[in-house]
């Protein structure tokens, strides 16, 4: 594999390698390096790098982030150097080891994605983590969301389009049997309850397949202009969708609120390094 790898790079390759190995911890100069790379081109760099220097590029990457937390920029690059479908295996696992599950990074991932991605998805969360995406999420405490994603996985396996069919007649028999009994009965609120907030995940999910711009220009405007900012929710999108659909969110970015995705980034993101790593992924569709 490595003299496949040495007798096929070219001398482009070699030169980003050097420079990123020669510069390392000059972070606009991996910015430069990395940014405007489609995904063939980075998984070459990544190979050509460990050729050159015997170190993978993305556990380097990983170890100064892991090292320096606040290292934002490092943690960025190193999720956009990984393959896609790799990457999306990495967000579901932050998502479940997070204490308050990240169910939302769940849902785009079961919601956006095709079926044969989804196949290679758990493959790949199977290889690196050694578990069962679809179990741990099995595993979770009952959530709306974990109800949900529960939906998401069997349509993608049995390739059906009708993600709520069969949990939307358990619902319907559940909320008959809470208010049941006559007039005047006491209502089981917990379960109506329960079933609201399955209908608030539920229409999340739904937005998120129906209109993915919309709902992702929503997410990243909710990630910086939020009550809370979630600056992992940003760099999240922004790396996932770069190479997907980052036109049509920024139209409807403009669209809904009226200013540009780019200047928003601009105003919000006070890191300059990762400030210009987002605008770079964000600066055209690749």
Request: with cysteine.
């Amino acid at each position: 594999m490595a003299a496949d790898v040495c007798s096929s790079r070219s001398p482009s390759f070699e030169r980003a390698c050097r420079e990123i190995h020669d510069t390392w911890g000059r972070l606009n100069h991996l910015c430069e390096a990395l940014a405007r790379r489609t995904a063939g081109e980075r998984r070459q760099i990544r190979e050509v790098y460990k050729a050159m220097y015997g170190e993978d590029l993305v556990e380097r990457l990983h170890k100064d982030h892991a090292a320096n937390p606040d290292n934002e920029m490092a943690g960025a690059v190193c999720m956009w150097m990984l393959d896609p479908l790799e990457r999306d295996a990495v967000v579901a696992r932050r998502a479940l080891e997070c204490m308050d599950t990240q169910y939302r990074a769940l849902v785009e991932i079961y919601a956006c994605r095709k079926s044969n991605q989804l196949f290679y998805i758990n493959r790949a969360y199977q290889a690196r983590f050694k578990r069962s995406l679809d179990q741990d999420i099995i595993s979770q405490p009952s959530h709306s969301y974990q109800r949900i994603l529960v939906a998401l996985a069997a349509s993608h396996k049995s390739h059906s389009t009708d993600v709520s069919q069969h949990i939307a007649k358990c619902d319907a028999k559940r909320l008959y049997e809470a208010g049941k009994g006559g007039t005047g009965a006491a209502v089981d609120e917990p379960v109506v309850l329960e079933l609201f907030k399955f209908q608030d995940a539920l229409r999340l999910a739904v937005k998120c397949m129906c209109d993915p711009p919309k709902y992702f220009s929503k997410v990243l405007y909710m990630s910086m202009k939020g009550t809370i900012a979630d600056r992992s929710a940003l760099s999240r999108v922004i790396i996932g969708r770069a190479e997907v659909d980052m036109k049509e969110i920024k139209d409807a970015f403009e669209n809904k609120y009226g200013m540009k995705l780019q200047g928003a980034i601009r105003e919000n993101i006070q890191n300059k390094d990762l400030q210009s790593f987002l605008l770079s992924l964000t600066a055209s569709s690749m």
